[in-house]
């Protein structure tokens, strides 16, 4: 019978074969390559909805539940490592004869024990996130990747974010309409160039780093043909607000915060004076709602009234609610800015009730979103003259110097009484004042460009533009929100700044505790600040907003064990590539010579 002190014995050695198996140690590293391959190909530590998104429900949830989302912070991969430290030292003792020469290979394999070690401490205690912070902010806490927010043990203040330039390189660019083909152009000042694969040609005549539109408003002619009104609106004895009406552009004036809304009118008869001056034509357009069945090709445009309902084909629509800006619609409308309007309605159709946003900013958003009625089209149409305010100021005025200026409020005419230049009125019991300081028949707009300095700012072109309906000549502006189009409307010119121009990013850090300092540094790129066991890179930043600092925040207390493995490989390559070959030179050369003494 075997001994039960043989029997453990026995067990014993079978466990150290195991972990000293070179088998084990291929099987392992396998297991892990497959590990990171994986790691690789399924994006890790992301939102769960973004794995569903991804992979379906079912899916994620089964990669989730084998932390397959996770995979480095994952327990079994850790085990992995476990495993291999242990296989690693098993190894490293089992081969070790006690000789001088096996220096370099005990410091190699026990680097490798000091990295993995500090790695799974990395992995299990460490952390990593980001932080977002403002110049001028402090912050206590970061993220981690996959939104968690975690505590600092201290303050973090960001005194200044320091953005440093490339100068911005500009190109110019052609497109011709017929042929979709965009080409870039030299912007060598006298060049004649032609715009490849057309009959246009254009040449630069002038350039200007720094340049300036100027606006001058001008009386073309004594004949009515664009009538306008300089308009002055008075808080007291100060002027408030003051502009141009243009009767027949932008005749109308929204002042939100003083509840008023102001319009100018040109009238051509007596007829057209009577009804002008009437409560009801002063009401500003208001906000649509427009329905759309898609299969069947038909469309029908509702007042978007809150509290209304409409009946239209085999479908009721009730307004629910309507707001000026989405993100502010607790607040009265009379306080909101028209920053993101939508409509609330409440659909009521074949498959149940159904109720809806829809937005005048984003008129797809149904389609990104599930909704019953995928057949049913909604949009929101807010017109630019929209306007709740209680007081109107109505300026008409016609020829043969007719002149009446209305003040309306609540939809209801309060007084109505003949206006003359240069002449104050009140407007109604508000303590405010209005005055028409200038008229125009023909109202236009004389502009000229000026240089305002040598510096790169805002550069311009002067270009010269000749296709089949001759020359013409046009500034074109950097960064313009519409290209410079020729006469035929076919070719357009668009000058556009290319790519990044940031340089470097650095961010001005101090850290407080105990309502003291007691750390700080101007961080940059590959250069942190380090304090109480907490790392922090400068990782990024916001091109919408250059106050705006990111940080990738680190606590990693396995890194000492790191970077004493990394150091002991260095002397133990050092060992084993120089050092034991010069050992065994003069060990052989000390052999020989006791060979011959003997």
């Known amino acids: ?90 190894c490293t003792i089992a081969r070790w004869r006690g000789t001088l020469l096996q220096t370099g290979f005990i410091l190699t394999h ?66 011709v309409k017929d042929q979709h083909k965009e080409k870039s152009l030299s912007t060598e000042v006298g060049r004649p160039q032609s715009v490849p694969n057309s009959s246009y040609a254009v040449t630069i005549k002038d350039y200007i780093p720094d340049a300036a539109l100027l606006e001058e408003a001008v009386n073309t002619s004594e004949e009515v043909k664009n009538p306008a009104i300089f308009v002055q609106l008075y808080g007291s004895e100060t002027v408030a607000v003051e502009g141009w009406l243009v009767a027949n552009d932008r005749n109308w004036y929204v002042d939100r915060k003083r509840d008023l809304r102001l319009e100018y009118r040109w009238v051509n008869s007596e007829e057209e004076l009577k009804k002008a001056q009437s409560a009801n034509p002063s009401s500003p357009s208001r906000p649509k709602l427009i329905a759309r069945l898609k299969e069947k090709g038909v469309s029908q445009e509702f007042q978007a009234e809150v509290g209304k309902d409409f009946a239209w084909e085999g479908y009721n629509l009730k307004i629910l609610d309507f707001t000026l800006d989405f993100t502010q619609r607790m607040k009265p409308l009379k306080e909101q800015q ?5 409509i609330q309605v409440e659909m009521d159709g074949p498959q149940g009730k159904e109720s809806r946003w829809v937005f005048a900013s984003y008129p797809d958003w149904d389609e990104m979103h599930p909704t019953k009625y995928k057949e049913l089209k909604l949009l929101c149409e807010v017109p630019q003259d929209l306007s709740f305010a209680s007081q109107q100021v109505r300026i008409l005025q016609g020829p043969n110097d007719q002149r009446l200026l209305a003040y309306i409020k609540e939809d209801k005419v309060v007084e109505s009484f003949p206006w ?61 929100p519409q290209a410079t189009a020729y006469k035929d409307g076919n070719l357009f010119l668009l000058y556009k700044q290319m790519g990044e121009n940031i340089k470097d990013w650095k961010s001005k850090l101090r850290i407080v505790e105990g309502g003291k300092t007691v750390a700080e540094k101007t961080i940059e790129v590959n250069d942190p600040l380090k304090y109480g066991g907490y790392t922090f890179y400068q990782a990024s930043y916001d091109p919408q907003n250059e106050k705006l600092s990111g940080l990738q925040v680190a606590r990693d207390p396995g890194v000492l064990l790191v970077y004493i493995g990394f150091s002991s490989l260095c002397f133990g390559i050092i060992f084993i590539f120089y050092i034991k070959p010069l050992l065994r030179r003069r060990m052989s050369v000390s052999d020989t010579a006791t060979q011959e003494g003997t």
């Open 110 to 175: 026990i680097s490798i024990i000091l990295i993995l070690l500090g790695s799974i401490i990395g992995l299990r205690v460490g952390q990593k996130g980001v932080m977002w912070i403002a110049e001028g902010q402090k912050m206590e806490q970061f993220h981690l990747r996959d939104g968690t927010p975690k505590p600092l043990p201290f303050e973090i203040h960001l005194d200044a974010f320091i953005t440093e330039k490339h100068p911005p390189k500009y190109d110019l660019l052609s497109y």
């Open 1 to 90: 019978m075997v001994s039960k002190k043989s029997a453990v014995q026995s067990e014993g050695s079978l466990l150290w074969g195991f972990f000293t198996s070179v088998k084990l140690a291929v099987v392992l590293i396998f297991l892990i390559a497959l590990a990171c391959g994986l790691g690789t190909f399924i994006v890790q530590d992301k939102a769960p909805e973004e794995y569903k998104a991804r992979f379906g429900e079912g899916l994620a949830g089964l990669l989730q539940l084998a932390q397959f989302t996770h995979i480095f912070s994952s327990y079994w991969f850790t085990l992995l490592l476990v495993l291999v430290v242990a296989n690693l030292a098993c």
């Open 420 to 480: 003359e230049l240069e002449k104050k009125y009140d407007v109604g019991n508000s303590g405010q004042q209005i005055k028409v300081s200038k008229f125009y028949p023909s109202f236009g707009v004389k502009q000229s460009v000026v240089k305002r300095s040598d510096e790169l700012k805002k550069p311009a072109l002067f270009v010269e533009m000749d296709g089949p309906r001759g020359k013409t000549t046009e500034w074109v502006f950097a960064e313009a």
């Open 338 to 342: 028209p920053n993101n309007p939508a």
